[in-house]
């Protein structure tokens, strides 16, 4: 019976905030306070205030909680470690066959160069003109002719 009571007063308190609120000519923040308002009005015409208090002093609903806890915590472990192996079972017995397949596609002519193929340095494509106007041309090694045709383009 209280909490119907205090949820009465608090919608009529928040209804007379945002009629003050309206009366100053900010009737969107207005409506939006009348909204919140209104739903503890709204939850104590449905009953729901009533089931609240019935389920907080419940050591039976209480207990019901803890084990939902427990299962939505094994869900998210079980997913966890799910996803650490790579997925469930089925994924992985799919993987595993299809590596075991052919790799290479019918009309590949070249294979795939490995990992030692990347660690060689490779030689820079396209143009390298030794301009003199850079401050260290040669020397260091350093190749600015492409932030020199940048420059250019821009007139600089």
Do not use: N
């Not at 795939?112 to 301009?131: D, I």
């Amino acid at each position: 019976m209280i909490a119907e009571t205090v949820c009465s007063a608090v919608a009529a308190a928040g209804l007379g905030i945002a009629a003050v609120t309206a009366y100053r000519k900010r009737f969107l923040s207005a409506a939006r306070i009348a909204a919140y308002a209104l739903v503890p009005l709204g939850l104590v015409m449905t009953g729901v205030v009533g089931w609240a208090e019935d389920t907080a002093f419940s050591p039976v609903a209480w207990a019901g909680f803890a084990v939902l806890g427990g299962a939505w915590g094994l869900f998210a472990l079980t997913r966890s470690v799910e996803r650490r192996r790579g997925g469930t079972r089925k994924e992985r017995r799919e993987a595993a066959r299809s590596a075991s397949r052919e790799a290479v596609a019918p009309g590949a002519s070249t294979p795939t160069p490995g990992p030692a193929a990347a660690r060689q340095p490779r030689p820079a494509a396209g143009r390298r003109t030794q301009s003199g106007s850079s401050g260290s041309s040669g020397s260091s090694g350093e190749d600015f002719s492409d932030i020199e045709a940048i420059l250019k383009k821009h007139g600089i």
